[in-house]
């Protein structure tokens, strides 16, 4: 009786070696990495150039506000009037928060004889701070 045959898989059932998946998972880890060191500081960038630009819009909606009542919000009004319905008209579609989900904070008078403040207290939500969780303010440009 000789020896059964070994048969042998065809070229095409041949799959990947353990070592083979490894290396590929190591390089798509690699690269995972990379690209989330790089985005994910631009994030926050992004974020307090969006407080920014929400604030420059507010500006101008306090402005047109104060050209039709011949004044700016009383802080007891609040930034709410600029979205308000009235007899004057909304002065803004909607009042946005800030990029961190707060409410735009405003304040009669501001600093550096400016007539208003219109201030975001960044991502930490509280006074001062740097880089992301610095405070936003009208009346510091």
Known sequence: MSAPAIRRRPQSEQGFTLVELLVV????????????????????RAQVQK?????????????????DAGRYPTPEEGLAVLAAPGPMGAK??????DPWGKPYGYAVPGANGQPYVVYSLGADGAE???????DLRSDTK
């Open 51 to 67: 407080a920014q630009a929400d604030i420059a819009l507010i500006e101008q909606g306090l402005e047109f506000w104060r050209i």
């Open 128 to 134: 001062g701070g740097d880089g992301e969780n610095a």
């Open 92 to 97: 803004l579609k909607n009042l946005p928060n």
């Open 25 to 44: 998972l190591a390089i798509i880890g690699l690269l995972t990495t990379v690209v989330v060191i790089n985005v994910l500081p631009m994030q926050g």
